[in-house]
């Protein structure tokens, strides 16, 4: 009693979240997602984790699985749906109304499964096709820094899973079943502030509440069917890649920016940085050119934030001050925005705090970012 409430609720929310979006639309986005799972919510009848035969066969176990260990491709399946029982597939709508609240939709092709571990024969894996559309809204409860921010999805997804009916090494027997069910949804996606940043990243769990497959475990003594059951409840990782985005211009005062290169430094690798201690607040700091002047730019990020924003690297030095925060840890970082005449990207960076001077070299290319890590 107390499921089908929770669920007419979460309906009731999304469907009147949908029901603004005629007078409250400022935009859309359009992704292709891909991503593993792990299965979880698998059992023998009764919602045992373990059966045995000792004087047979010994002792059986089921457990979760991840998708990516599910065997080899199997000649039965298309190449896409191989691939589906690999990595979850597709495709997501969204609806923003502001930076912090959106509805989203879509669908997924991917697959859930198990493996039943046994003591005197190999593991077997098997799994069942999953196709999901998920309805859940999403909103941004924390502040992020310059580059970043965390979205937290809450709601629900329609899965329908079916199986493919065959007898895998005698072991197991796979029934025809299709199965729709409801599952609710949660999230946690780490996305760039701007819109039009082409990744973001969520990681999720759907959780289901009854059985979906009708499957038969044979190996406890080749001659009595036990039962499995599965939820089709997992864990997901999605890497979403931006498609297309259409705003509205009738909101034109919450259109995002659209990315410039400075925004496109936080997807850029950041080396190991070198360690510098200090006890002093203040850091006045130097950069020049390493080597041969060759045309070398770069901008200077530090603790999330560009102060530098084009610098050309010249004989010249151009100096600036930096102040610590009370964090204890703080990191500048060069970014460069060009590799001159010369790849890579060099710069000396003299670093005066009290009587002390610091000498430091670092480089940079168009992928990879040199930094100083400051002990205060």
């Known amino acids: 009693m107390r499921r089908s409430v929770l669920m007419r609720r979460l309906w009731a929310i999304l469907l009147f979240g949908i029901s603004l979006s005629?007078?409250?639309?400022?935009?859309?986005?359009?992704?292709?997602?891909?991503?593993?799972?792990?299965t979880t919510g698998n059992s023998f009848v009764g919602g045992q984790q373990s059966i045995s035969a000792p004087d047979i066969t010994g002792s059986h176990s089921i457990h979760t699985m991840f998708s990516p260990l599910w065997?080899?491709?199997?000649?039965?399946?298309?190449?896409?749906?191989?691939?589906?029982?690999?990595?979850?597939?597709?495709?997501?709508?969204?609806?923003?109304?502001?930076?912090?609240?959106?509805?989203?939709?879509?669908?997924?092709?991917?697959?859930r499964g198990y493996i039943?571990?046994?003591?005197?024969?190999?593991?077997?894996?098997?799994?069942?096709?999953?196709?999901?559309?998920p309805l859940y809204a999403s909103f941004s409860p924390f502040k992020g820094n310059r580059f970043w921010t965390f979205r937290q999805n809450i709601g629900m997804q329609l899965m329908y899973a079916s199986s493919v009916p065959e007898r895998v090494i005698g072991n197991i027997e796979l029934v025809q079943h299709r199965n729709v069910s409801p599952q609710l949804y949660a999230g946690l996606e780490l996305i760039h502030n701007s819109f039009s940043a082409p990744f973001g990243f969520e990681v999720g769990y759907s959780h289901g509440f009854s059985n979906v497959i009708d499957h038969y475990y044979l190996g406890l003594d080749y001659r009595t069917p036990i039962k499995i059951e599965s939820t089709g409840s997992a864990f997901h990782?999605?890497?979403?890649?931006?498609?297309?985005?259409?705003?509205?211009?009738?909101?034109?005062?919450?259109?995002?920016?659209?990315?410039?290169?400075?925004?496109?430094?936080?997807?850029?690798?950041?080396?190991?940085?070198?360690?510098?201690?200090?006890?002093?607040?203040t850091i006045?700091?130097?950069?020049?050119?390493d080597q041969t002047i060759d045309g070398d730019s770069?901008?200077?990020?530090?603790?999330?934030?560009?102060?530098?924003r084009d610098i050309m690297i010249q004989r010249k030095p151009?100096?600036?001050?930096?102040?610590?925060?009370?964090?204890?840890?703080?990191?500048?970082?060069?970014?460069?925005?060009?590799?001159?005449?010369?790849p890579p990207n060099t710069c000396v960076m003299h670093l005066y705090f009290g009587d002390e001077h610091r000498e430091v070299r670092l480089k940079s290319d168009m992928k990879n970012s040199g930094a100083i890590r400051f002990q205060h």
């Open 71 to 111: 065997g080899y491709p199997n000649p039965q399946y298309s190449g896409a749906q191989n691939l589906g029982r690999k990595l979850h597939l597709g495709f997501q709508y969204e609806r923003y109304f502001s930076r912090n609240f959106a509805l989203v939709t879509g669908l997924e092709l991917g697959a």
């Open 298 to 308: 770069i901008a200077i990020e530090f603790n999330q934030r560009i102060i530098q």
């Open 237 to 281: 990782f999605k890497i979403k890649y931006l498609l297309k985005e259409k705003r509205d211009p009738l909101k034109e005062k919450l259109v995002h920016k659209k990315l410039d290169q400075y925004d496109l430094l936080a997807f850029r690798n950041v080396k190991d940085p070198i360690l510098i201690k200090t006890a002093f607040d």
């Open 318 to 342: 151009l100096c600036f001050d930096i102040i610590m925060t009370a964090s204890g840890t703080n990191t500048l970082i060069v970014h460069a925005l060009n590799e001159g005449k010369i």
């Open 116 to 133: 039943i571990k046994s003591e005197f024969s190999n593991d077997l894996l098997v799994s069942y096709r999953a196709v999901t559309v």
């Open 22 to 38: 005629a007078a409250a639309q400022t935009g859309s986005r359009w992704f292709f997602t891909l991503g593993p799972s792990v």
């Open 284 to 289: 006045h700091v130097c950069v020049e050119d």
